[in-house]
């Protein structure tokens, strides 16, 4: 399906592995050039940043800007949780660092995008979780920035579709990315807590514990379609929405 993206400019947050690094793929392959920001620059993700420093935003859109000229779109994609073990463990400084990853540094590129969006009616996708409707002690401080995420989400959307520019969020569900295959990641966690082979674990945790009607964990590309289509004019009345991309976990009405 051709998105109509040729020749596009976009910026993808937290793009050297996972999601980000497959939206930039797709992106490319829609013909578009797509900008990738990570602390540790891979092909995917050629500006090195770390979006919870404050003046990252600016300089980064500046540099895009400088490269390109012009800014189609920007996926707020970076994030990351660390698993609790109770809500009184949580600090002060652990609720200031999971609000900075998953919250302000959403905030931050989106204030510093879009004086470049608003001149070419661009559009923004910002990567939230279904967390955000299904919060959990273990994921207490990071499920309520990802709340947060959907509310910032509506705002924008209200303030700025008027003037051209939507927001949209997208919500997966459990995705197979470097999160879970990383030392230590969700997938040796649930080894661990389940005593069992890391991919007994995982299929124990997708089919008896979520009971994921697509019966699988998510991947990063099924996320960066998606993601790729509400950046595309083909989404054009779409803003304000939020999109699950998790197998069906959800069943609230
Ligand atoms: N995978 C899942 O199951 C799942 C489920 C729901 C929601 N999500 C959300 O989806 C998004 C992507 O997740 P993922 O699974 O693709 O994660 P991932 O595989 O861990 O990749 C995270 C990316 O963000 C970058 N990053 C992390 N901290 C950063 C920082 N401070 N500054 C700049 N870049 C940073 C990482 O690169 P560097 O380390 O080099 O900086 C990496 O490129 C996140 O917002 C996450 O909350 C994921």
Do not use: C
């Not at 979780?129 to 309520?144: I, N």
């Amino acid at each position: 399906m051709d998105l109509h993206l040729s020749g596009k400019v976009f910026l993808v947050t937290g793009a050297s592995v996972g999601i980000g690094a497959a939206v930039v793929r797709v992106l490319e392959d829609e013909g578009a050039t797509a900008v990738g920001v990570a602390r540790k620059p891979q092909r995917t993700a050629d500006i090195a940043a770390d979006v919870t420093d404050i003046g990252a935003a600016g300089l980064v859109v500046d540099e895009v800007l400088h490269r390109h000229g012009r800014l189609d779109g920007l996926v707020n994609n970076a994030g990351g949780v660390e698993p609790r073990t109770g809500f009184l463990a949580v600090t002060d400084e652990d609720w200031l660092s999971s609000f900075d990853l998953n919250l302000h540094s959403v905030v931050r590129f989106s204030r510093a995008a879009l004086p470049a969006l608003l001149r070419t009616g661009g559009a923004i996708v910002h990567v939230a979780s279904e967390a955000a409707r299904f919060p959990d002690y273990p994921l207490v401080d990071y499920a309520a920035a990802k709340t947060a995420v959907l509310s910032v989400s509506k705002s924008l959307s209200a303030e700025f579709a008027p003037r051209g520019v939507r927001s949209n969020v997208v919500s997966p569900g459990p995705t197979r990315t470097w999160l879970w295959d990383r030392p230590g990641g969700f997938a040796e966690k649930l080894a661990e807590r389940f005593d069992l082979p890391v991919e007994a674990a995982v299929e124990h945790f997708v089919r008896d514990v979520r009971g994921l009607p697509t019966g699988r964990l998510g991947t990063a590309d099924e996320v960066a379609g998606v993601i790729a289509y509400l950046l595309s004019p083909s989404a054009a009345q779409v803003t304000g929405a939020e999109w699950a991309i998790d197998g069906g976990a959800l069943r609230q009405l």
